[in-house]
């Protein structure tokens, strides 16, 4: 493995499935040094994060994160990239990562996933543009009436993040879905 990650440390752009990031958590203190990496991605599943601290650490040139998938396993050795644990340290690693823009997909309108990219707006420095892209069957959470306080939340995150564009697709469905809804809430009488 050691090898092949060192014939890798040249490329410009580079994605990890959740296993693949699984494995590189076995061998983090072998992880090279990736100089040329401007855009690293990763599909987190059922993976714990604990690679993704030293990934980020190991890229000193890296411009773009995307992530498919914010929830992951939450274990105490999930890193302190993400918000899962309570920690002094939370945050330390990313906070000298030079990343400019995550793109995030996948996203469901979980709480979790909202202090998640709460997190990334607080500690990544050089953070300009957030992109979210609403998982495209039309998330459960969503759905729910209660839910229309999603927007208002994102909202919220942009304006405590004044230069950090936040943006957020979503599917044309529910899109009407929100949209009826909040005319609902606005227009009671309607």
């Not at 890229?59 to 498919?68: A, D, V």
């Not at 953070?127 to 979210?132: A, G, K, N, S, V």
């Not at 209660?146 to 939340?153: M, N, S, V």
């Amino acid at each position: 493995m050691a090898k092949l990650m060192s014939g890798m440390r040249n490329v410009q752009t580079l994605y990890f499935n959740s296993t693949t990031l699984e494995v590189l958590s076995l061998c983090c203190e072998s992880m090279p040094v990736f100089n040329n990496l401007k855009v690293l991605g990763f599909y987190s599943g059922e993976s714990p994060w604990q690679a993704v601290p030293v990934l980020l650490k190991n890229c000193p040139h890296l411009e773009t994160l995307c992530i498919t998938g914010l929830l992951h396993v939450v274990t105490e050795t999930c890193g302190d990239v993400c918000d899962c644990i309570p920690r002094e340290d939370k945050g330390r690693s990313i906070t000298s990562c030079p990343v400019k823009r995550i793109e995030i997909e996948g996203f469901i309108g979980t709480m979790r996933e909202i202090t998640m990219i709460s997190h990334f707006l607080e500690y990544f420095p050089c953070l300009e543009e957030i992109l979210i892209t609403v998982e495209g069957n039309c998330p459960r959470q969503l759905d729910v009436p209660e839910a229309t306080d999603f927007r208002a939340q994102m909202l919220e995150l942009y304006y405590k993040s004044f230069s950090c564009d936040v943006e957020i697709f979503v599917c044309e469905s529910l899109s009407r879905k929100l949209t009826a809804q909040q005319n609902v809430t606005d227009n009671p009488s309607a």
